[in-house]
């Protein structure tokens, strides 16, 4: 079976969260954009093939990066959900002359400072029915209604926060996803378009450093642990 890896890296969202004037991976950290500092992580990984981008349509920002003529980055067009523009990017692919079974890496944009560590420890665990980082829940964790009045206290032992990459097979994730769009069943990450067609996805613990830049003041988080991880 084929170890061959590329990466799908939705970046079609406004992030509409960061109050800010433009697309929130095109915020500048640590003189860099977002997007830049996750391709970079990416990039450095070894057993990575290529990486596919899809963008907005009528994306002005990223053409005028220097990531942009790195023929490992493809751009192809993003979709008005994340769902959609994971489908565009797994096409892409295809149509680059991957195979059905091949893996792919889909991993938030918003999520720069991934480590090297995080993806080795992915790849080497994954199997036929995927594989996502995550990170176990330490927190009490409780249940409200509508008004924010606790009902309940869950059970945190086997509750994991769901991070990215998310990792499977071209071919089985594709299928999943469509599946999930024929019977209109809503797909929150790609994990949860495998177990909605009955697959089980293991979970790799990755570092708590791995975070997802949304609103203001995950910068300075990430700002810190990108001077960590150099």
């Not at 927190?139 to 926060?161: A, N, P, Q, S, Y």
Request: overall charge negative; charged content about 20%.
């Amino acid at each position: 079976m084929s170890n061959t890896l590329y990466a799908v890296v939705p970046a079609a969202g406004i992030g509409a969260r960061m109050q800010a004037d433009r697309p929130k991976q095109y915020l500048t950290l640590d003189n860099q954009t977002i997007l830049e500092h996750t391709l970079n992580r990416l990039l450095g990984f070894a057993p990575l093939n290529k990486i596919i981008l899809p963008i907005a349509k009528h994306d002005t920002y990223f053409s005028s990066l220097s990531l942009a003529q790195n023929d490992h980055i493809v751009p192809c067009h993003g979709g008005a959900e994340r769902f959609e523009s994971v489908l565009n990017g797994l096409n892409q692919a295809l149509e680059l002359g991957a195979s059905h079974n091949d893996w792919v890496m889909v991993h938030d944009v918003a999520r720069p400072c991934i480590t090297h560590q995080d993806l080795q420890s992915l790849f080497d665990q994954r199997n036929d029915q995927g594989a996502i980082l995550g990170m176990q829940v330490r927190d009490t964790m409780k249940r409200c209604d509508e008004h924010g009045r606790i009902l309940t206290t869950v059970e945190r032992e086997h509750l994991w926060h769901a991070l990215t990459p998310q990792l499977a097979r071209i071919g089985l994730l594709k299928d999943c996803i469509e599946t999930c769009m024929s019977e209109q069943h809503s797909i929150t990450d790609e994990a949860s378009a495998l177990e909605y067609c009955g697959y089980q996805p293991i979970m790799v613990a990755g570092l708590p450093s791995n975070i997802k830049v949304t609103r203001p003041d995950d910068l300075a988080m990430a700002h810190t642990f990108l001077q960590e991880n150099k």
